[in-house]
């Protein structure tokens, strides 16, 4: 009979009274690699949800584990996104690392969503750890996703008649005084706005790690966005081992309606063993 | 890399024109012409762009001219890209 699966919920200590939610599933016995996984920014955490959830269960059934925590101010997480600032997010990757690379003697590896993969990026930056990477869907771009982010107060917010690059400049304004803003119902502190933006995706030099990063379409087209192309292709001038791919999905930390892409899971888990070999 | 089918796809996937665009010419109109592509869409087209070919927009770049047709638009890309 096949054994039930580890999985178990507590908290890890994030600092400063802030208790990070985890969540731990993993195999009874011979795991092959510990996954860390650091979560998309904002609503597309919450939108991603499932289908993390899902990838979680099939990973596990082939024999990795893996520790998903709640950044400060995220999710299950004590604190808010506007008493939590980059340095601590960074600690908080940290204190989960730790976790992992504690409890299991095989090889940490890095699995990381949308923004996740950019904090990942800087901490891999401040490590320089050869620790293997799973991107999927990656941001290319801090500065970019803060700008699509405040973007969204423009969308959905600003009442007609008011001017909307006016509402930008301000809150440009209150981010530079250090001052928080509020989008979609997040209120953000300017250093989580300032440390997205700074944050590029890339690899340390001497990165000794195999990468492999997947990226999601809805046509059943088989090419890497421009941008990640070039990167990968920067990368493995580098010296970088990369494996791209092209999931066809929705893109399912965005859709109103939980949406899923099985074909994303799938590409992973053939990409997995191989980041270990 | 060819600006104008990487443009139809965004077009495509935002505005879910289900494969409707995808031999658009460059003189085919965009804004008032396809009634999918609202205030809304427009924000969602230009952040897929920047997404997939990695430019930033500033907040005071674009006007109704950038999306008048399929060729304004690439047009716009390719000066982004330069």
Redesign the interface.
């Known amino acids: 009979m096949k054994e039930e699966p580890t999985r178990e919920a507590f908290f890890l200590p994030g600092g400063q009274d802030v208790r990070l939610f985890a969540l731990h599933s993993a195999p009874r016995r011979n795991v092959r690699g510990a996954l860390l996984f650091v979560h998309p920014f904002a609503e597309e955490m919450n939108r991603a949800r499932r289908m993390v959830a899902l990838a979680v269960q099939r990973f596990v059934d082939d024999g990795w584990a893996v520790l998903q925590v709640d950044l400060a101010g995220c999710g299950d997480s004590s604190g808010t996104l506007e008493s939590t600032s980059w340095e601590d997010w960074l600690g908080n990757v940290d204190v989960a690392a730790t976790w992992l690379q504690e409890r299991y003697p095989v090889p940490l590896m890095l699995w990381g969503l949308r923004a996740g993969c950019l904090i990942l990026s800087e901490w891999l930056g401040r490590n320089k750890g050869g620790h293997p990477v799973l991107y999927w869907h990656p941001?290319?771009?801090g500065?970019?996703h803060m700008?699509?982010f405040l973007?969204m107060k423009?969308?959905g917010e600003v009442p007609e008649g008011l001017d909307?690059?006016a509402v930008?400049?301000g809150m440009r304004s209150r981010l530079d005084l250090g001052g928080s803003v509020e989008v979609a119902g997040y209120t953000v502190s300017a250093s989580l706005v300032k440390g997205l933006e700074q944050s590029m995706l890339d690899f340390p030099a001497a990165y000794g790690g195999r990468v492999c990063v997947l990226e999601v379409?809805?046509?059943t087209?088989c090419e890497l966005?421009?941008?990640l192309a070039?990167f990968v292709n920067r990368w493995r001038q580098g010296g970088v081992i990369v494996e791209s791919g092209v999931a066809t999905g929705p893109a399912f930390w965005l859709t109103q309606e939980v949406t899923l892409a099985p074909d994303l899971i799938e590409l992973s888990r053939e990409a997995l063993a191989r980041l270990v070999s | 890399?060819d600006i104008r089918v990487?443009v139809l796809?965004v077009l495509?996937?935002v505005l879910c024109l289900d494969g409707r665009g995808r031999d658009w010419g460059l003189e085919q109109p965009l804004l008032g012409a396809v009634p999918e592509l609202d205030?809304?869409a427009v924000?969602g087209v230009l952040?897929l762009l920047?997404?997939?070919?990695?430019f930033?927009?500033e907040?005071?770049d674009v006007d109704g001219r950038t999306f008048e047709t399929v060729g304004t638009l690439v047009g716009f890309i390719a000066e982004k890209l330069a």
């Open positions: 941001v290319s771009s500065r970019q700008s699509h973007r423009v969308a909307a690059r930008l400049q379409n809805s046509s087209r966005s421009p941008i070039s | 890399m990487e796809r495509d996937e205030s809304m924000i952040n920047e997404e997939r070919f990695g930033i927009v907040d005071d």
